[in-house]
C-alpha cells in the first residue's frame, strides 16, 4: 500500500486524534524513513534530533513510542551499543551509542 494512500486512511479513521502534535511528528518521520509496514527497521537518531532539535530526549521519544504503540500505530526499540575503549569519544555524549529500531504497523483498517 502507498503511504499516502495509508494516510489518508488512517486520517478518515481518527487514528490521529490521540496523538499530540509531537508524536504525529514522529510518525511521519517514521513513515517516511521506512522501506514497508510491518517489519523492523532502523532509523538513525540524529536525523531525529534533526526534526526535533537537540533537547529531545531519549525519555521523552520513549513516551511517545508509548503512545504510538497505544494507537496500534508503530512500536519502537532502544538498543545501546557496546563500544571498547578505543572508540569512545571525549565528548561523553552517550546518545551516539543508542540505535533506534521502529515497526509501523499496517494491519486491518477496522480498529
Same mark, same amino acid.
Given at each position: ?9 488512517? %486520517? ?39 526534526? *526535533?532539535?537537540? *533537547? ?10 508509548? %503512545? ?24 561523553? /555524549?552517550?546518545?551516539? /551509542?543508542?540505535?533506534? *529500531? *521502529? ?6 483498517? /477496522?480498529?
Amino acid at each position: 500500500m502507498e503511504k499516502i494512500e495509508f494516510l489518508e486512511k488512517l %486520517n478518515k479513521l481518527n487514528s490521529f486524534s490521540a496523538l499530540s502534535t509531537e508524536e504525529l511528528k514522529l510518525y511521519v518521520l517514521l513513515l517516511m524513513s521506512a522501506r514497508g509496514f510491518n517489519r523492523k527497521e532502523q532509523i538513525n537518531l540524529e536525523i531525529i534530533r534533526r526534526a *526535533f532539535g537537540e *533537547f529531545l530526549t531519549i525519555e521523552q521519544l520513549r513516551e511517545m513510542g508509548v %503512545n504510538l504503540k497505544k494507537c496500534k500505530l508503530a512500536s519502537l526499540c532502544f538498543s545501546c551499543v557496546k563500544m571498547d575503549k578505543k572508540h569512545k569519544t571525549s565528548s561523553g /555524549n552517550s546518545d551516539q /551509542n543508542i540505535r533506534l *529500531f *521502529f515497526e509501523l504497523y499496517c494491519d486491518d483498517f /477496522n480498529r
